[in-house]
């Protein structure tokens, strides 16, 4: 039987480096203190199949897959992921915290790999009948941080090794769409201590939904 507690969809974005998995791990658990329950996940992934066509789009070369093959990619990825987890997790009351969703796409193929928006928004309406979140963090710092970042802990992935140019467009996308949808995206200045963009969160959840994490 579903909860009477409305669950709800809360999605992290950013750059690469940006801190999306440290803050996504410190809000659960602020909101599992608080008698709340949790889901967190990923996207691409989220899913045993959705995991497999995650590998497929992180590994290999930078020009492994065209924009329109990541989209594709991506689009099939997130059916999976929304009707096996996302949307039975909400209907059961579960707060759902999501590492990228649909503004990644927008972004990454969309509007930095030249897919075009429009075409990512009909394809992610028309065909996915896609769940727009209750609140979007955009996590934002500068393009050379967040790769200096990704480099020191060792991690990477085929989209890391697009280059500055690539990522500067992420960058100025994911503003243009946090300026754009104010009311769903909250830019977070994440180029400052964990603690501090941690605070940020928390107000901009107190202010949106009454939780007093």
């Known amino acids: 039987m579903a909860s009477t507690s409305p669950g709800r969809f809360v999605t992290f974005e950013g750059g690469e480096g940006a801190g999306k998995s440290t803050q996504i791990a410190r809000l659960a658990a602020r909101l599992e203190a608080v008698g709340l329950r949790v889901l967190r996940t990923r996207e691409p992934g989220g899913t045993e199949e959705a995991e497999a066509i995650r590998r497929l789009l992180l590994e290999g070369r930078a020009e492994r897959w065209t924009p329109t093959a990541e989209l594709l990619l991506v689009a099939a990825a997130r059916a999976e992921h929304l009707a096996r987890v996302i949307e039975p997790a909400l209907e059961a009351g579960v707060w759902v915290l999501c590492d990228r969703y649909l503004d990644s796409t927008r972004v990454y193929q969309g509007l930095a790999g030249g897919v075009g928006l429009e075409r990512v928004d009909r394809l ?53 769409l946090a300026a754009a949808e104010p009311e769903r995206i909250a830019l977070v200045d994440a180029d400052r201590p964990l603690e501090e963009i941690e605070a940020a969160i928390l107000a901009l959840l107190r202010a949106r939904f009454g939780i007093d994490a």
Not at 138 to 148: M, Q, R, S, T
Not at 154 to 165: I, L, T, Y
């Open 124 to 176: 992610q309406r028309e065909v996915l009948d896609f769940r727009l979140p209750d609140l979007t963090i955009l996590l934002d710092l500068p393009v050379e941080v967040g790769l200096a970042r990704r480099r020191a802990a060792g991690a990477g992935s085929r989209f890391e090794r697009k280059g500055p140019a690539f990522h500067a467009r992420v960058r100025e996308g994911f503003r243009m």
